[in-house]
């Protein structure tokens, strides 16, 4: 056959760029274009995550032989479903090389841009069509410096000062850490469901997400299995293996229906009683932000605590907790993220502040229980603002996702309304909210329209000023 004039050949790559498809389909899948999969177009991470593709749930398998140390190996199964054609499958991961990938079972082309923290998998999935596609590695667990905070992001590593086994590891994944020890689709928007089991040496604790459903004993390992059966953010999967003592409590009826949720926390040996104390008081904090919120989302909550020093991180029925961070108002503020942000989830990183405003709002709702006046607490949030500064609520950079505009700012807009609307109808909004009314998915912009439709234009209007104005508008 005669060759293709050269606009007819440029006329078939265009539609087939259009198409996403290679124009040439015996070109091996080293010389196609890497750029053929488009990002979910986060405001500010733009290289996160595949747009249109819809990671339903994630098998994972970690392998830890020797605790405190960045080595683990992984084997994870996820159930991909595209909402449009896609001419590949595109998962964040900056962990160790993939060595094995499977599409439904059978060999498939793969390429892995560690640099670029893309693994690519050489496959189309047509719209409304689902996939499973199984992965392994083995290696080092990869490293991402945290936006603000001196510490890196992702799989922690705890070393054993005494060298007797002691060693311990955990995911720290806000906002884009999951990402160094596991491929996934690594954007909030995406939630999905985890089936997590964990391999340790005997004797090393192994907990995650969800519900604890098996546990295997062999001479060399232990293996435990979590089922976390309600969608989470990537960011908010729990995994933390090493010396942890579990503590069991009696269940609180705070889920759907007054269902009973199980109880039960982590210490590592020896942790003082001081620490522990905030702790007895999760069934209580569980009552009081249950009777604002609505039933609580998972069927089962507790906290770990750690020795590192880092944040507090709202993991999903499992809040991790620093030893610094123990006190009964961090562990209020995680408590009400099972809520907002691993019940109801980002669109956009930019929309942090819904996160971040929520939970630090329950912090005074846990002030008004406790017989104290919430004044002084919006009064101090209100000056905090006025000495550092402040800003729109919307982030514009990732410097300023955990800042004071987006907690307390963001904690201040909610009081504004509840001072315009009431305490009734204030109660009603923030259930409907916090039981996913306004979406599973929420943006800024949602927000403000739920605001309008339930409580009406003039909150909708003062909310809007609380969001967009530069300047802090006046004390509510
Ligand atoms: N969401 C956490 C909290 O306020 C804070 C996480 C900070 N994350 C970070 N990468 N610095 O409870
Ligand atoms: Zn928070």
Same mark, same amino acid.
Do not use: C
């Given at each position: 056959?005669?060759?293709?004039?050269?606009?007819?050949?440029?006329?078939? =790559? #265009?539609? $087939?760029?259009?198409?996403?498809?290679?124009?040439?389909? +015996?070109?091996?899948?080293?010389?196609?274009?890497?750029?053929?999969? @488009?990002?979910?177009?986060?405001?500010?991470?733009?290289?996160?995550? +595949?747009?249109?593709?819809?990671?339903?749930?994630?098998?994972?398998?970690? %392998?830890?032989?020797?605790? &405190?140390?960045?080595? !683990?190996?992984?084997?994870? %199964?996820?159930?991909?479903?595209?909402?449009?054609? !896609?001419?590949?499958?595109?998962?964040?991961? !900056?962990?160790?090389?993939?060595?094995?990938?499977?599409?439904?079972? +059978?060999?498939?082309?793969?390429?892995?841009?560690?640099?670029?923290?893309?693994? @690519?998998?050489? @496959?189309?999935?047509?719209?409304?069509? +689902?996939?499973?596609?199984?992965?392994?590695?083995?290696?080092? $667990? &990869?490293?991402?410096?945290?936006?603000?905070?001196?510490?890196?992001?992702?799989?922690?590593?705890?070393?054993?000062?005494?060298?007797?086994?002691?060693?311990?590891?955990?995911?720290?994944?806000?906002?884009?850490?999951?990402?160094?020890?596991?491929?996934?689709?690594?954007?909030?928007?995406?939630?999905?469901?985890?089936?997590?089991?964990?391999?340790?040496?005997? &004797?090393?604790?192994?907990?995650?997400?969800?519900?604890?459903?098996?546990?295997?004993?062999?001479?060399?390992?232990?293996?435990?299995?979590?089922?976390?059966?309600?969608?989470?953010?990537?960011?908010?999967?729990?995994?933390?293996?090493?010396?942890?003592?579990?503590?069991?409590?009696?269940?609180?009826?705070?889920?759907? /229906?007054?269902?009973?949720?199980?109880?039960?926390?982590?210490?590592?040996?020896?942790?003082?009683?001081?620490?522990?104390?905030?702790?007895?008081?999760?069934?209580?904090?569980?009552?009081?932000?249950?009777?604002?919120?609505?039933?609580?989302?998972?069927?089962?909550?507790?906290?770990?605590?750690?020795?590192?020093? !880092?944040?507090?991180?709202? %993991?999903? %029925? #499992?809040?991790?907790?620093?030893?610094?961070?123990?006190?009964?108002?961090?562990?209020?503020?995680?408590?009400?993220?099972?809520?907002?942000?691993?019940?109801?989830?980002?669109?956009?990183?930019?929309?942090?502040?819904?996160?971040?405003?929520?939970?630090?709002?329950?912090?005074?709702? =846990?002030?008004?229980?406790?017989?104290?006046?919430?004044?002084?607490?919006?009064?101090?949030?209100?000056?905090?603002?006025?000495?550092?500064?402040?800003?729109?609520?919307?982030?514009?950079?990732?410097?300023?996702?955990?800042?004071?505009?987006?907690?307390?700012?963001?904690?201040?807009?909610?009081?504004?309304?509840?001072?315009?609307?009431?305490?009734?109808?204030?109660?009603?909004?923030?259930?409907?909210?916090?039981?996913?009314?306004? &979406?599973?998915?929420?943006?800024?912009?949602?927000?403000?329209?739920?605001?309008?439709?339930?409580?009406?234009?003039?909150? /909708?209007?003062?909310?809007?000023?609380?969001? @967009?104005?530069?300047?802090?508008?006046?004390?509510?």
């Amino acid at each position: 056959a005669a060759r293709p004039s050269r606009r007819a050949r440029r006329g078939r =790559w #265009l539609l $087939a760029g259009a198409l996403l498809l290679p124009a040439a389909a +015996q070109s091996p899948p080293a010389a196609e274009p890497a750029t053929r999969d @488009r990002p979910v177009g986060d405001t500010l991470y733009p290289t996160l995550g +595949q747009a249109d593709l819809d990671a339903r749930h994630y098998d994972v398998h970690l %392998t830890v032989t020797q605790p &405190g140390t960045r080595a !683990l190996s992984g084997e994870v %199964t996820v159930t991909l479903r595209a909402t449009r054609d !896609l001419p590949l499958i595109s998962l964040d991961f !900056l962990g160790p090389p993939v060595t094995f990938a499977r599409w439904d079972g +059978q060999p498939v082309p793969y390429r892995q841009d560690r640099p670029g923290g893309k693994l @690519r998998i050489l @496959r189309a999935l047509p719209a409304g069509q +689902q996939a499973s596609v199984t992965l392994r590695y083995a290696g080092v $667990a &990869g490293l991402l410096p945290d936006p603000v905070f001196p510490f890196t992001l992702g799989w922690q590593a705890v070393p054993d000062p005494l060298k007797v086994g002691g060693g311990a590891n955990f995911a720290f994944g806000e906002p884009d850490g999951t990402r160094t020890f596991l491929p996934v689709n690594d954007h909030p928007s995406d939630p999905a469901t985890f089936t997590v089991t964990l391999t340790v040496p005997p &004797g090393t604790a192994a907990v995650a997400s969800g519900e604890r459903v098996r546990v295997t004993d062999t001479p060399g390992a232990h293996t435990v299995t979590f089922e976390q059966t309600r969608p989470i953010p990537t960011y908010a999967l729990a995994v933390h293996l090493g010396p942890l003592e579990e503590q069991g409590s009696p269940a609180v009826p705070v889920g759907e /229906g007054g269902a009973a949720v199980a109880r039960r926390d982590y210490f590592p040996p020896g942790t003082p009683g001081a620490v522990r104390a905030p702790y007895r008081r999760t069934g209580e904090i569980l009552g009081v932000l249950s009777d604002w919120f609505g039933p609580f989302p998972f069927a089962t909550y507790g906290s770990v605590v750690v020795t590192a020093h !880092l944040p507090a991180l709202e %993991t999903a %029925t #499992l809040s991790t907790m620093p030893v610094a961070s123990s006190s009964d108002r961090v562990l209020v503020h995680e408590t009400a993220h099972q809520w907002f942000g691993n019940s109801v989830t980002l669109r956009d990183w930019s929309d942090v502040w819904l996160n971040e405003g929520f939970a630090t709002y329950a912090e005074l709702l =846990w002030h008004e229980h406790l017989g104290q006046d919430p004044r002084p607490l919006a009064e101090a949030w209100y000056a905090t603002l006025q000495r550092r500064g402040t800003r729109p609520l919307v982030a514009t950079d990732a410097t300023e996702l955990f800042d004071s505009s987006a907690y307390q700012r963001g904690a201040l807009a909610l009081h504004a309304l509840r001072r315009q609307v009431g305490d009734p109808a204030f109660r009603r909004f923030l259930r409907a909210y916090a039981q996913g009314q306004a &979406g599973p998915v929420v943006g800024t912009d949602d927000l403000l329209a739920f605001v309008r439709r339930t409580l009406g234009d003039p909150a /909708g209007d003062t909310l809007q000023r609380w969001i @967009r104005q530069p300047l802090l508008p006046p004390a509510p």
